[in-house]
């Protein structure tokens, strides 16, 4: 957020799309043998949305939503 300006990072823009659709893509990647890309799906299974914690859609993801920390203007401080 600070190097490109942007509003959000990486990993709200992530709970913005869905963390489905990270994971669909690394289950992809690691039926291709992709190991690390396995680890990456396994990961977000077993901590997301093993949890119900699908991003915005769900109130959840990597952020809490209403009110995400990343909205906090100290949040980089």
């Known amino acids: 957020m ?3 300006g942007a509003p959000k990072g990486p990993f709200a823009t992530l709970d913005v ?3 489905r ?3 669909n893509l690394s289950v992809a990647k ?3 043998g992709d190991k ?3 680890k990456v799906a396994t990961f977000l299974k077993e901590a ?3 949890k119900g914690k699908f991003g915005i859609e769900s109130g959840e993801g990597f952020y809490k939503y209403p009110d995400p920390a990343f909205e906090d203007p100290d949040f980089l401080k």
């Open 48 to 50: 997301y949305l093993d």
């Open 17 to 19: 799309i869905g963390i």
């Open 2 to 4: 600070v190097a490109t």
């Open 21 to 23: 659709t990270p994971y």
């Open 36 to 38: 690390k890309a396995e």
């Open 30 to 32: 690691a039926e291709a």
